[in-house]
């Protein structure tokens, strides 16, 4: 339905109703988190749980922020909850070899891209002449 290779980001659409997971659009540096994943560094078909916090929430070119530790391999795509609250505050998208730094993409951002693409689709779905 959706993807920037550039962002680390692809959005799937699904042919039935999926429960959403409770957001918090809210992010500050020294939040604490908790990553679920499917590390490699874990058990073979085994999920994983990584703990870390918010190092810089400013977006860099690619709309991701920082997380203070590396994310395991495996990892990409997996949510990051907040410890405080439990509400899915980012996606790991991977990690800085460089810097040891976790990438995450913000759930506002994320957020965003589904509203576009909502009204992409209203438009398209929308009738011949009729006003938006």
Same mark, same amino acid.
């Given at each position: 339905?959706?993807?920037?290779?550039?962002?680390?980001?692809?959005?799937?659409?699904?042919?039935?109703? #999926? !429960?959403?997971?409770?957001?918090?659009?809210?992010?500050?540096?020294?939040?604490?988190?908790?990553?679920?994943?499917?590390?490699?560094?874990?058990?073979?078909?085994?999920?994983?749980?990584?703990?870390?916090?918010?190092? !810089?929430?400013? #977006?860099?070119?690619?709309?991701?922020?920082?997380?203070?530790?590396?994310?395991?391999?495996?990892?990409?795509?997996?949510?990051?909850?907040?410890?405080?609250?439990?509400?899915?505050?980012?996606?790991?998208?991977?990690?800085?070899?460089?810097?040891?730094?976790?990438?995450?993409?913000?759930?506002?951002?994320?957020?965003?891209?589904?509203?576009? #693409? !909502?009204?992409?689709?209203?438009?398209?779905?929308?009738?011949?002449?009729?006003? !938006?």
């Amino acid at each position: 339905m959706y993807h920037d290779k550039h962002k680390d980001v692809a959005i799937l659409e699904v042919q039935r109703e #999926l !429960a959403a997971p409770v957001l918090d659009m809210a992010i500050s540096a020294g939040d604490m988190y908790y990553v679920h994943g499917q590390s490699t560094q874990a058990q073979a078909d085994a999920t994983s749980i990584s703990h870390g916090m918010v190092a !810089a929430t400013e #977006l860099d070119a690619l709309s991701h922020i920082r997380g203070d530790n590396i994310s395991g391999k495996g990892d990409s795509g997996g949510g990051c909850f907040s410890v405080a609250t439990g509400k899915l505050m980012a996606l790991v998208v991977g990690g800085d070899p460089t810097t040891k730094k976790a990438i995450l993409v913000p759930i506002a951002v994320i957020s965003s891209i589904l509203t576009d #693409l !909502a009204a992409q689709r209203r438009r398209r779905e929308q009738p011949p002449g009729c006003a !938006a």
